[in-house]
């Protein structure tokens, strides 16, 4: 085998990697069906988490601890919701664009979203570490419902706002995959 012909293959070889990489990246995402199937799986833990804090969260203003001891605890929780909001976002980062229009406004959003959602639980852990909880105790808890309070608000405007997002393929894909049942 000649120099000529490795050339000529390397070249070839080349050419073909070049050729299916730009034909990967022209579409063949997952399918609506996976893409949903997928989004749901990695939202499900995250869910049960996030309702574990609320419960949690309402457990702690309701128990009888020092502000310090509550202090501790809210910020743990804050903690580790921001942690599973992170790892809920990665894997629908993952889950990659589907294959159908609007495809890549509708995964955005949905990163976007929980992007949002992990930043605010990270200020209201901030917030809450920064109270004084060596001071008098309503004023802490005073400072506890603030943060909450924004907290709450944050949350809510992080919401993915579907009115334009207009998938029938999604839409479908979503009522259908158990994942999302």
Same mark, same amino acid.
């Given at each position: 085998?000649?120099?000529?012909?490795?050339?000529?293959?390397?070249?070839?070889?080349?050419?073909?990697?070049?050729?299916?990489?730009?034909?990967?990246?022209?579409?063949?995402?997952?399918?609506?069906?996976?893409?949903?199937?997928?989004?749901?799986? $990695?939202?499900?833990?995250?869910?049960?988490?996030?309702?574990?804090?609320?419960?949690?969260?309402?457990?702690?203003?309701?128990?009888?601890?020092?502000?310090? =001891?509550? =202090?501790?605890? /809210?910020?743990? /929780?804050? $903690?580790?919701?921001?942690?599973?909001?992170?790892?809920?976002?990665?894997?629908?980062?993952? $889950?990659?664009?589907?294959?159908?229009?609007?495809?890549?406004?509708?995964?955005?959003?949905?990163?976007?979203?929980?992007?949002?959602?992990?930043?605010?639980?990270?200020? $209201?852990?901030?917030?809450?570490?920064?109270?004084?909880?060596?001071?008098?105790?309503?004023?802490?808890?005073?400072?506890?419902?603030?943060?909450?309070?924004?907290?709450?608000?944050?949350?809510?405007?992080?919401?993915?706002?579907?009115?334009?997002?207009?998938?029938?393929? /999604?839409?479908?894909?979503?009522?259908?995959?158990?994942?999302?049942?």
């Amino acid at each position: 085998m000649g120099a000529r012909h490795v050339v000529s293959t390397a070249r070839t070889t080349v050419v073909l990697i070049v050729v299916l990489a730009t034909l990967a990246a022209c579409g063949g995402g997952p399918s609506p069906v996976m893409w949903a199937a997928e989004v749901c799986t $990695a939202l499900r833990p995250w869910r049960a988490e996030i309702s574990n804090l609320t419960s949690s969260t309402q457990q702690q203003m309701t128990a009888q601890t020092t502000p310090a =001891q509550a =202090q501790e605890n /809210l910020v743990r /929780l804050l $903690a580790g919701a921001e942690s599973a909001t992170e790892t809920a976002r990665t894997r629908v980062v993952a $889950a990659g664009i589907p294959d159908t229009d609007q495809g890549e406004l509708v995964a955005g959003g949905f990163v976007d979203s929980l992007g949002a959602v992990r930043d605010a639980y990270g200020r $209201a852990e901030e917030g809450i570490a920064e109270l004084d909880a060596s001071g008098p105790a309503d004023t802490f808890y005073d400072g506890v419902e603030s943060v909450l309070a924004v907290l709450t608000d944050e949350y809510q405007s992080s919401a993915l706002d579907t009115t334009s997002l207009d998938s029938a393929e /999604l839409d479908r894909a979503f009522d259908e995959v158990p994942e999302c049942r």
